[in-house]
Nanobody, 120 residues
Framework: QVQLAESGGGLVQPGGSLRLSCAAT????????MAWFRQAPGKQRELVAS???????NYVDSVKGRFTISRDNAKKMVYLQMNTLKPEDTAVYYC??????????????WGQGTQVTVSS
């Protein structure tokens, strides 16, 4: 069983910063792509940023230059550094990972989500 657990959400003023973390635990052979998604009230879940096992990154246009995704393969963790936060960044943020477990089967996993609220 593989589990993802996010941490680091909270309330921050516009212009502030937050760092989200996500830890993957369980019977993991290898982790391929990792990503952060978000879902605001009344909106569809959207991809915010992704990172491959080789470290190649991709961002949605609205966060380019403000957010940075990174990962620590040894610790099986992915991070999202969010700077210059705006009210429109308010959402529940979800961690995603494609993991190959010890049976050498690849599956997609999601964290439970962490709330990020940007408000004065």
């Amino acid at each position: 069983q593989v589990q993802l657990a996010e941490s680091g959400g909270g309330l921050v003023q516009p212009g502030g910063s937050l760092r989200l973390s996500c830890a993957a635990t369980g019977r993991i052979f290898r982790i391929n792509d990792m990503a952060w998604f978000r879902q605001a009230p009344g909106k569809q879940r959207e991809l915010v940023a992704s990172i491959t096992g080789a470290g190649n990154t991709n961002y949605v246009d609205s966060v380019k230059g403000r957010f940075t995704i990174s990962r620590d393969n040894a610790k099986k963790m992915v991070y999202l550094q969010m700077n210059t936060l705006k009210p429109e960044d308010t959402a529940v943020y979800y961690c995603y990972a494609e993991c190959i477990d010890l049976t050498i089967v690849a599956r997609n996993y999601w964290g439970q989500g962490t709330q990020v609220t940007v408000s004065s």
